[in-house]
């Protein structure tokens, strides 16, 4: 594997062939100048005081509490292979071995982080181990606070504060008979006769490890990652979970901009990670690298094979095997919002890198309070504080399903959670441990009406009681723990938050200005809001499912990058193009629709058999999304089926397989070492056959077992505890 691509185009004269990062060439290779170095300089003061860095004594205390957690795992593996009759001689070399990842191993982890590590062990030792005797051993250690293990999770992990830093935990066992000191990861091989959840647990640190080996530089790698991180965190779009990108996803974006600049300092790279991720063309994917087969047969992100995977909106791509899609919670509204987050800091950086504002500008958070005029408030509470905390837990990780419940129903253009909590007065609830998530809603402007009836109490219910089936299939379920949803407009905030978090922040003239004469606007969203509403008794639920297609970027600066044309993700008959070789397509052809009950033949070979829905309804697909909404034109609920009516859900066998889909990246020419206009173009991708599916499938349903995604079908829980089920209508006025 090589760190740098070559490009063949060699002189005349013997001159060397230029090098670049990633699969394409680089935008530029200009060097800085000294104000490039001094703009840095800015950066990193004005990053200090958020406590970004760590000093030198928290850093050394963080590698002395790793290096005796690595000795007490060779201890361990010792032991344990001592009762499982290995000779003395085995034993002695039997080795074991801690890894960091994430963004610890990065080297942009903060004051106070925790760190996720992966103890690696030989074959003799298993899972059960790990979680048993290693538990126990633990237990024992007075350094060790705080000690919990999650067995069942999806990436099993054992969770503890090791004399003050937390650590997540995982495990792996290899195929070898022991683990030296010097294992390298990154190779393939390491995963060959491993159990899923190792594989899981590799991928961490085989990630890192390949986005760092990716980068030309690692220094300003980092220090460009720690100004995008803070940054996304203050503009409140730092959270996989509720459907906007997690750390890892934020480091290839960073990556993949380092590998466009290869020679640029952090100061310049902030300002081009805006510029090409302000333009770019979703849903192109983000790759590091070109994607590899190790013919190991496990489940790769390949829009190729995978329908699913053609629908992902904004795909970032891991560089290491097997590649996954790391962002597949973003809906249609956490994209929208995170594309003007991107034109937003473009602004910004151009007014800071042109001497008009300082780098402090970029991180003030927004007035997420007075930026919409309607808001659904998420209250979660429970009558103990542990309760609390593991109610809250589970709750914060299904409100995306609420949000794409909202974003589905046909007069609501987006809806916007943001990802801090609050807590709750217990005046307002008869429950003492509370917390409150607020999605600030869009309406869709209807044309020709004085008003409109609104009833979202399907789309609440619906989560609901998601959330309550989830809850009572684990054994979670406690009484006291309750889910409240209400929808408030804008002056009513101040009834559930504190002054001080409502209170509206005054613009300058300078601010008015601006965003008068262009910068990132919201009137495309905002204007469509209606005035007024009051509560009313009137309006139904709605159920089809739909998406809403963000307004496509423009280009207003002179140092744009023209981005590829979207592909086709569900164009039939269109070839799949590959890196590398030439494109050649066939015309579109329209797809007949099948009669009820044909078959539609697999890659596989095999039939899937294709129950139609209602008239007009699109099948659903990951994150919510229709097969239609990839093309913008994704169908919101056109009318309410009567509350009686249980809404019909398509399986996953039941999906329309379409055409082969394209994936695309923006294609630079090679550049002669001089700054030129940043305009990459689009170049082919060719064609090759299309590989077999894997055994393991990799739609989100199949990726996560059973207790994490709860059937349709499953019993609302029986018991004597409350369920709120709270109408929730409005009434719209002009």
Known sequence: ?????????????????????????????????????????????????????????????????????????????????????L????????????????????????????????????????????????????????????????????????????????????????????????????????????????IRSLN???????????????????????AIKLWAKKRGIYSNMLGFLGGVSWAMLVARTCQLYPN?????????????????????????????????????WDPRVNPSDRYHLMPIITPAYPQQNSTYNVSTSTRTIMSEEFKNGLNVTDEILQGKADWSKLFEPPNFFQKYKHYIVLTASASTEENHLEWIGLVESKIRVLVGNLERNEYITLAHVNPQSFPGSKESCENDYISRWFIGIIFKKVENAESVNIDLTYDIQAFTDTVYRQANNINMLKDGMKIEATHVKKRQLHQYLPPEVVQKKKRSMADLNRSSSGGSKRSSLDSSQLDS??????????????????????????????????????????????????????P????????????????????????????????????????????????????????????????DADKLLLGDAEFKEPYPPPSNGEEQADSPVVEGLGEVEAMPIPTIDTTRTQRLPSKELPDASSPLPTSNLRVIKNSIRLTLNR
């Not at 830093?165 to 060959?192: K, Q, T, V």
């Not at 961490?204 to 720690?226: H, M, Q, W």
């Not at 799949?576 to 066939?586: A, N, R």
């Not at 052809?589 to 829905?613: D, Q, Y």
């Open 533 to 586: 509403s009051r509560d009313t008794d009137s309006g139904t639920p709605f159920t089809s499912p739909a998406a809403v297609k963000p307004k496509k970027p423009t280009s207003d600066t002179d140092d744009s990058i023209t981005p590829p044309r979207p592909p086709l993700w569900c164009g039939a008959g269109m070839s799949i193009p590959v890196i590398g070789s030439k494109t050649t397509s066939t």
């Open 204 to 226: 961490g640190c085989r990630v890192t490890d390949e986005i760092l080996y990716l980068v030309p530089n690692k220094e300003n790698f980092r220090l460009t990652l720690r």
């Open 264 to 300: 640029a300092v952090a100061a310049t790279l902030v300002h081009k990670f805006f510029l090409v991720f302000s333009k770019w063309e979703w849903p192109n994917p983000v790759l590091l690298k070109q994607p590899e087969e190790s013919n190991l047969n496990l489940p790769v």
């Open 1 to 85: 594997m090589k760190e740098m691509s070559t490009t063949s185009n060699s002189v005349l004269g013997g001159q060397q062939p230029l090098k670049h990062y990633g699969i394409t060439s680089s935008i530029s290779l200009a060097f800085p100048r000294e104000i490039d170095h001094m703009y840095t300089q800015k950066l990193i003061e004005a990053m200090k005081p958020f406590g970004v860095f760590e000093d030198e004594d928290e850093l050394n205390h963080r590698l002395a509490v790793l290096g005796k957690l690595n000795t007490f795992v060779k201890e361990w593996i010792a032991d344990i292979s001592e009762t499982k009759n």
């Open 87 to 198: 000779p003395p001689s085995a034993v002695a070399n039997v080795g074991g071995k801690i890894f960091t990842f994430g963004s610890y191993r990065l080297g942009v982890h903060t004051k106070g982080a925790d760190i996720d590590a992966l103890c690696v062990a030989p074959r003799h030792v298993d899972r059960s181990d790990f979680f048993q005797s290693f538990f126990e051993k633990l237990k024992l250690l007075e350094e060790i606070k705080d000690l919990r293990a999650v067995e069942d999770a999806f990436v099993p992990v054992i969770k503890f504060k090791f004399d003050g830093i937390e650590i997540d935990l995982l495990f792996a066992r290899l195929a070898l008979p022991s683990i030296p000191d010097n294992l390298d990861l990154r190779g393939d091989s390491h995963l060959r006769n491993l159990d899923i959840r190792c």
């Open 588 to 651: 579109p052809a329209k797809p007949a629709a099948p009669p009820t009950g044909s078959t539609i033949p697999t890659v596989v070979g095999r039939s899937l058999v294709l129950r139609h829905a209602s008239p007009g309804s699109q099948p659903e697909l990951a994150n919510g999304v229709s097969a239609a909404a990839v093309n913008g034109t994704a169908p919101k609920r056109p009318h309410s089926p009567s509350l009686e009516e249980s809404p019909k859900r398509l399986k």
